[in-house]
């Protein structure tokens, strides 16, 4: 589909797409067996951190397994793929990350799945900022010095990604277009790769979603340059967001939440939904996401239309600036 395509679209979907109802699905049992849950990102990253600690809690609500099933590559757009193809009976949901609903959208034009066509919100599950780490041999201890030692040696470091078209491709990118440095892009299946290979050194620095690097951070493996969200996050407390360094246009923070493919009726939708809000307000759910630095949400899915589509346009924004580069 053309971006033109989904521009045309978008504004019918965004005003009913939880409303679709599939003819003939029974839905009044539902869960009556497992269900499974496409991550579209390697196990180890934030998408796939994020989903563990709320499903496993919804599935206690539902009375049924939750089974996460991850299948990374393409930036999240190969597991996205697979999630818009499936039967519409709420046994095979995803993961919606800014990365395969706006920024895949936003740069590819071959994209095999319609973001806004071919699934409906089911809630937001966390709010999370984003983050810049280097590998502690990296030779810059805060912001301004990393940026003057990647101006001083341009196309010297190169940079991770959880995949071509991703959230922290995105990210970086951006960072470059705004900063005017050259950092050369090493993209992989998900953050969790990412990380193992910045720790290593093998790449000296990751643009990554907080969670998949903070044990890293915390453990001094990986030394965090600087934030992207609304507020400082306190196990890293002295490190500063990216619009007290003067770029806001830097500092926009990611989501996780959860998808049903297009047709689901809407009892199953406001089913996984409230089980989801339950699951959010439970203390230790809570507690977990915190500690990854994540917010909950647990929104309606009109709200969550909204978020999705808000990200659709400024990645498409961002892309569409001059000068900028997004191969």
Known sequence: MTRSGLKKIAPVFFLGM??????????????????RVIVPF??????DIVTR???????QELGQT???ENKGGAGGAIGAAEAARAKPDGYTLSVATVSTMAVNPACRKDLPYDPVADFMPVTNFANLPNVIVVNPSFPANDFAGFVAELKKNPDKYSYGSSGTCSINHLFG???KHATGTEVIHVPYKGSGPAVVDTVAGQVQVLFDNLPSSMNQILAGKLRAIALAGPDRVEAIKDIPTLAELKYPQLNSPAWYGLLAPKGTPPEIINKLRDAAVVALKDPKVIEALNKQGATPSGNTPQEF??????QYDRAKQVVAQPGFKFE
């Open 18 to 35: 939880a409303a679709a109802l599939a003819p003939g699905l029974s839905s009044a049992a539902y869960p009556e067996q497992s269900i």
């Open 42 to 47: 390697a196990p180890g990253g934030s998408t």
């Open 53 to 59: 600690i709320v499903t496993q809690r919804m599935a």
């Open 66 to 68: 939750m089974v996460v």
């Open 173 to 175: 990118e951006a960072f």
């Open 305 to 310: 239309a909204a978020e999705i589509k808000e």
